[in-house]
T-cell receptor
Framework: EAQVTQNPRYLITVTGKKLTVTCSQN?????MSWYRQDPGLGLRQIYY???????DKGDVPEGYKVSRKEKRNFPLILESPSPNQTSLYFC?????????????FGSGTRLTVV | SQQGEEDPQALSIQEGENATMNCSYK?????LQWYRQNSGRGLVHLIL?????REKHSGRLRVTLDTSKKSSSLLITASRAADTASYFC????????????FGAGTQVVVTP
């Protein structure tokens, strides 16, 4: 089944403790992206990657890092999480034809930073 | 900041009625996409309309795009209780292929 898989589904952590949220897709998509969703704000783009080793900032990149060493994986790294990063995070992917077919989203990771 | 607005923020209708929601944006776009989200779950792509298109249909969905007014609308005809969800428009700006900018969404409740 074609899908984007995020792990973990839920995560509670403490301020300052580094964490990684993984994202993997099995569709051989070139493009991957991370979003956070907060009430009343919709989805805001954190980082995106056009292909392996090519990443760029979205609208809210502060406090996050990403890497794209393999085509299928696009982990989101919070080196020193803070409570304002408590949010629902989504990973998405598309082929370079995403302009035609849209994006496939993962099921989300609900992160709480205390 | 968000690059546009969705209207209304919430919509409550009965089964069988039509639901219309609107999306406005500020910058030039390459395409505009509509997604559905069921209560905190992942987003599901519904339909994509390119900047040179004016209308598209997919089943009970009809999307229009007016680039002169920088606005789009999504119409769901003959709504069902299963259409209860949040609907988001997402804009791909012409100056950045990698960016996809979402609005705050319209929450639709369809009562039987």
């Amino acid at each position: 089944e074609a899908q984007v898989t995020q792990n973990p589904r839920y995560l509670i952590t403490v301020t300052g403790k580094k964490l990684t949220v993984t994202c993997s897709q099995n569709m051989n998509h070139e493009y991957m992206s991370w979003y956070r969703q907060d009430p009343g704000l919709g989805l805001r783009q954190i980082y995106y990657s056009m292909n392996v080793e090519v990443t760029d900032k979205g609208d809210v990149p502060e406090g996050y890092k990403v890497s794209r060493k393999e085509k299928r994986n696009f982990p989101l790294i919070l080196e020193s999480p803070s409570p304002n990063q408590t949010s629902l995070y989504f990973c998405a992917s598309s082929s370079t034809q995403g302009a035609v077919y849209g994006y496939t989203f993962g099921s989300g990771t609900r992160l709480t930073v205390v | 900041s968000q690059q546009g607005e969705e209207d209304p923020q919430a919509l409550s209708i009965q089964e069988g009625e039509n639901a219309t929601m609107n999306c406005s944006y500020k910058t030039s776009i390459n395409n505009l996409q509509w997604y559905r989200q069921n209560s905190g779950r992942g987003l599901v792509h519904l339909i994509l309309i390119r900047s040179n298109e004016r209308e598209k249909h997919s089943g009970r969905l009809r999307v229009t795009l007016d680039t002169s007014k920088k606005s789009s609308s999504l119409l769901i005809t003959a709504s069902r209780a299963a259409d209860t969800a949040s609907y988001f428009c997402a804009r791909r700006p012409t100056d950045s292929w990698g960016k996809l900018q979402f609005g705050a969404g319209t929450q639709v409740v369809v009562t039987p």
